[in-house]
């Protein structure tokens, strides 16, 4: 089998998207025997490229327009799926990969499915898992018709690593399409950097229980002592206690930080999709039957705040790299 990886270099996020895909191919069982990466960019390529668990045996970087528009691309992308016709087409979860896989599928007759967790191919076609019913089931879908384009799930991924690809096969696939006539202007914004908290190594995440707001700006104060970004859960933004741009979980940001402290967190399953990369999580709650506990590597049953602010005096002492 075929699959192409399809990923726009140009992103500032292009590495975390890489990752993301990454983790689809080793939650899956797809027996590959060629994966190609399809790479658009407009400028001038990227220094480093992502490193997957497969082997790459081809690239081919699309030279897109400057306005990286679904109507633009499609058509390129159909043009080389004639050239390479791959039977799996992976795309990133970004709002751009979600109608990418939709609208590709549709024109070359195959199937599409978004938000995938993992896949596996057998006689009955591409069996594929995502979440649904808002992350609390797992559900298992079959499509049958090919090719198969799916978009992977927003996990939030820490950054590729990179490797050097000089020695595979790599083609420049140009295209020269007219802007669609619906289109009456448009401005080229420069793409931001991600947030902070999408990029911190160390997150401090807090719940309903920190009781108000001016217990929460308390505690963005501990979490720039720990060298760690805030996060808050859904009541606390929609409190108006902390910012909507702190927000973790389904609706908000995805991180995979080293470490992740959650306090006064009851660990719902919309919040705890946010975090489930981190690689260690610590959760504090004075309810011993809180469900954070159960996705928590370590757990302690006290105030928030008194351990906290423990912890605070413990770091500075210790004095951990990293820690201001």
């Not at 069982?29 to 220094?47: G, I, K, M, T, Y």
């Not at 190594?201 to 807090?206: N, Q």
């Not at 705890?272 to 757990?299: E, M």
Request: proline share 5%; net charge negative; charged share 15%.
């Amino acid at each position: 089998m075929k699959i192409a990886l399809i990923l726009d270099a140009d992103s500032p996020s292009f590495l975390q998207q890489a990752q993301e895909i990454n983790r689809f191919l080793q939650q899956s069982h797809l027996a590959a025997s060629e994966v190609a990466l399809w790479l658009f960019h407009r400028n001038s390529q990227p220094d480093g490229l992502p490193q997957f668990d497969c082997p790459i045996t081809q690239i081919q970087w699309l030279k897109s327009p400057e306005l990286l528009l679904a109507d633009l691309v499609l058509p390129l992308l159909e043009r080389v799926h004639q050239i390479y016709p791959a039977e799996l087409l992976l795309f990133s979860g970004c709002s751009l990969g979600n109608e990418l896989a939709t609208r590709l599928a549709f024109r070359l007759n195959g199937a599409s499915c978004l938000g995938v967790i993992s896949g596996q191919m057998n006689e009955n076609g591409c069996q594929v898992e995502k979440s649904v019913y808002g992350n609390n089931m797992l559900a298992t879908l079959t499509l049958q018709a090919t090719p198969c384009c799916l978009a992977v799930a927003r996990q939030g991924s820490a950054a590729a690593s990179t490797r050097d690809y000089q020695s595979i096969e790599q083609q420049l696939i140009l295209t020269e399409v007219e802007a669609p006539t619906w289109l009456a202007e448009h401005q080229i914004s420069i793409p931001e950097q991600q947030p902070l908290l999408n990029r911190a190594e160390r997150v401090l995440a807090i719940g309903q229980g920190a009781g108000n707001s001016q217990n929460v700006q308390r505690l963005n104060e501990i979490a720039q002592a720990l060298g760690a970004q805030l996060g808050v859960s859904r009541p606390v933004a929609m409190n108006a206690w902390s910012s909507m741009s702190t927000m973790l979980g389904m609706s908000g940001a995805l991180v995979a930080p080293e470490v992740c402290i959650t306090a006064g967190v009851s660990g719902a399953a919309a919040f705890s999709v946010g975090i489930r990369h981190s690689k260690l999580i610590v959760a504090i709650n004075t309810d011993p039957d809180a469900a954070i506990f159960s996705q928590a590597d370590v757990g302690i049953i006290d105030d928030m705040n008194a351990v906290l602010e423990a912890l605070v005096a413990c770091v500075q002492q210790s004095n951990i790299r990293g820690v201001p």
